[in-house]
């Protein structure tokens, strides 16, 4: 939830090119407004969530406009929007997942085709309406070995990608990747992340917590799965403090709470792609430093790079992967999502 990541891109049918990126923060007010809606406890009116829907839209119109200022002579055939998440119910007896960020402020601030809601399309085939980026990666991310792309936002999810292109790729959300480490260090120390880790790495890992993380049910739950910050927050992690025998510093908590991380991450990979030795990591999360540490050290054996080696910087990932899903939609080409999210039928935005 820091802000819009924007990425001007081409594809032909196995490569992609990105001709410029561009990075626009929320301001720190409509941060904290985002922070207090997204709380499953939050119990507001509906006037203030059409009003940030209105200003999300309006700093998503702002970002595409300045992005296109930076490449004047390139043609723009569509652009594709996520929005701002704050609420993702794939399991309701009235599955739902609800993005901010009004999309025709954009198609009127740029005159161009504006395609969203990408999510919600997959829920009514009865997926699980995400992750989505696990498409994007099975296009691009094959290689003549089997690998994962793993992808470290607020909720960490995993491509399995094999080398046969006639095999289904896998993907689902794995737990928490930044949004409990985020709301720790935001509660004690006012920060928005801690900054490389180094917070988390001054502290020591409670394994009594960590066991007590682990066991959620979650983490054993089959594919396809995904989840959010309504189950992933400071709720889930104040009912496992409570089990304590014994009393645990913030720092410790954070060590903890990467150590969860990294954890449920390598179990996930190993239960479900075991024969995979290369790990492409995008995200937030590949700039923290102790978490990719921790990563390293819970299983040595994988490769664990970043997917800049591949030509896409971790943070631009999402925006070119949505970039393309306009693509294929302008093209009237489906998403393959059906082994992914668990949609009965691939369908076209």
Same mark, same amino acid.
């Given at each position: 939830?820091?802000?819009?990541?924007?990425?001007?891109?081409?594809?032909?049918?196995?490569?992609?090119?990105?001709?410029?990126?561009?990075?626009?923060?929320?301001?720190?007010?409509?941060?904290?407004?985002?922070?207090?809606?997204?709380?499953?406890?939050?119990?507001?009116?509906?006037?203030?969530?059409?009003?940030?829907?209105?200003?999300?839209?309006?700093?998503?119109?702002?970002?595409?406009?300045?992005?296109?200022?930076?490449?004047?002579?390139?043609?723009?055939?569509?652009?594709?929007?996520?929005?701002?998440?704050?609420?993702?119910?794939?399991?309701?007896?009235?599955?739902?997942?609800?993005?901010?960020?009004?999309?025709?402020?954009?198609?009127?601030?740029?005159?161009?085709?504006?395609?969203?809601?990408?999510?919600?399309?997959?829920?009514?085939?009865?997926?699980?309406?995400?992750?989505?980026?696990?498409?994007?990666?099975?296009?691009?991310?094959?290689?003549?070995?089997?690998?994962?792309?793993?992808?470290?936002?607020?909720?960490?999810?995993?491509?399995?990608?094999?080398?046969?292109?006639?095999?289904?790729?896998?993907?689902?959300?794995?737990?928490?990747?930044?949004?409990?480490?985020?709301?720790?260090?935001?509660?004690?120390?006012?920060?928005?992340?801690?900054?490389?880790?180094?917070?988390?790495?001054?502290?020591?890992?409670?394994?009594?917590? @960590? #066991? !007590?993380?682990? =066991?959620?049910?979650?983490? *054993?739950?089959?594919?396809?799965?995904?989840?959010?910050? +309504?189950?992933?927050?400071?709720?889930?992690?104040?009912?496992?403090?409570?089990?304590?025998?014994?009393?645990?510093?913030?720092?410790?908590?954070?060590?903890?709470?990467?150590?969860?991380?990294?954890?449920?991450?390598?179990?996930?990979?190993?239960?479900?792609?075991?024969?995979?030795?290369?790990?492409?990591?995008?995200?937030?999360?590949?700039?923290?430093?102790?978490?990719?540490?921790? @990563? #390293? !050290?819970?299983? =040595?054996?994988?490769?664990? *790079?970043?997917?800049?080696?591949?030509?896409?910087?971790? +943070?631009?990932?999402?925006?070119?992967?949505?970039?393309?899903?306009?693509?294929?939609?302008?093209?009237?080409?489906?998403?393959?999502?059906?082994?992914?999210?668990?949609?009965?039928?691939?369908?076209?935005?």
């Amino acid at each position: 939830m820091d802000g819009v990541d924007a990425a001007i891109a081409s594809f032909t049918d196995t490569t992609f090119s990105i001709s410029k990126t561009h990075f626009t923060a929320y301001p720190d007010k409509l941060k904290a407004k985002l922070i207090k809606i997204i709380h499953p406890d939050w119990r507001g009116n509906l006037k203030t969530l059409l009003d940030i829907d209105h200003e999300i839209g309006g700093i998503f119109a702002q970002t595409a406009s300045k992005i296109l200022t930076l490449a004047p002579n390139l043609q723009i055939e569509a652009i594709g929007t996520h929005g701002q998440t704050i609420r993702h119910q794939p399991s309701s007896s009235k599955p739902n997942s609800w993005q901010l960020g009004d999309p025709n402020l954009i198609a009127e601030a740029t005159g161009i085709t504006t395609i969203s809601d990408w999510r919600r399309r997959d829920m009514a085939t009865g997926g699980q309406g995400a992750p989505l980026t696990p498409a994007f990666n099975a296009q691009f991310f094959r290689r003549n070995h089997n690998v994962v792309v793993l992808n470290l936002g607020g909720i960490a999810n995993i491509s399995i990608i094999p080398q046969d292109r006639q095999a289904a790729t896998i993907g689902f959300d794995t737990g928490p990747a930044n949004t409990l480490l985020d709301s720790w260090v935001l509660r004690h120390q006012g920060k928005n992340f801690d900054q490389n880790g180094q917070w988390a790495q001054s502290g020591e890992i409670n394994q009594q917590l @960590l #066991k !007590s993380m682990l =066991s959620d049910p979650y983490f *054993k739950l089959p594919p396809p799965k995904s989840t959010g910050r +309504e189950y992933f927050n400071l709720s889930f992690l104040t009912q496992h403090l409570n089990h304590l025998t014994q009393s645990i510093s913030n720092k410790d908590v954070q060590a903890t709470l990467t150590e969860l991380t990294a954890r449920s991450i390598v179990d996930a990979i190993r239960r479900h792609a075991g024969n995979t030795t290369e790990v492409f990591i995008c995200g937030g999360g590949m700039n923290n430093n102790y978490l990719i540490s921790r @990563l #390293k !050290s819970v299983s =040595s054996a994988m490769d664990w *790079k970043s997917t800049a080696e591949s030509g896409i910087m971790p +943070e631009n990932m999402e925006a070119v992967a949505f970039a393309w899903f306009a693509k294929q939609t302008v093209e009237q080409k489906p998403l393959e999502l059906t082994t992914i999210t668990g949609g009965k039928h691939s369908r076209i935005a």
